[in-house]
């Protein structure tokens, strides 16, 4: 039931000329995880502090603020491949993996049922 003067939660608010942005609702689809070269074995950094917290909790992540940091992310102390084959299981799929420097990182993708 919808209060007078609210919409109803949608998975997609529409936009001027018919460009549809998704809602929060419906959850984040994309993730990156990262870990630096020299350890492999972990920690391996899942998300930032806007990361959905029900996979950031599924994970076992814990939120830190680096010292001089003005954001917060989620850290792990599994390798990325524990965390891979995690959240293979809840639907994620990689889509793109690279090096940047001393960082390995991954590009994650849900399909969202809309």
Same mark, same amino acid.
């Given at each position: 039931?919808?209060?007078?003067g609210q919409s109803p939660k949608r998975?997609? @608010?529409?936009?001027?000329?018919?460009?549809?942005?998704?809602?929060?609702?419906?959850?984040?689809?994309?993730?990156?995880?990262?870990?630096?070269?020299?350890? @492999?074995?972990?920690?391996t950094n899942v998300g930032d502090e806007?990361?959905?917290?029900?996979?950031?909790n599924y994970l076992g992540a814990r #939120?830190?603020?680096?010292? =001089?940091?003005?954001?917060?992310?989620?850290?792990?102390?599994?390798?990325?491949?524990?965390?891979?084959?995690?959240?293979?299981?809840?639907?994620?799929?990689?889509?793109?993996?690279? =090096?940047? =420097?001393?960082?390995?990182?991954?590009?994650?993708? #849900?399909?969202?049922?809309?």
């Amino acid at each position: 039931q919808v209060a007078e003067g609210q919409s109803p939660k949608r998975p997609f @608010e529409s936009f001027p000329g018919g460009v549809k942005e998704r809602s929060q609702e419906a959850g984040m689809p994309y993730l990156l995880i990262s870990t630096q070269i020299r350890l @492999e074995s972990g920690p391996t950094n899942v998300g930032d502090e806007f990361s959905d917290p029900e996979v950031m909790n599924y994970l076992g992540a814990r #939120k830190t603020t680096m010292l =001089g940091n003005n954001f917060s992310e989620y850290h792990v102390d599994d390798p990325p491949r524990v965390v891979l084959d995690k959240l293979e299981k809840w639907g994620f799929r990689v889509l793109a993996m690279t =090096g940047v =420097g001393q960082t390995l990182v991954w590009c994650l993708h #849900k399909e969202l049922v809309v």
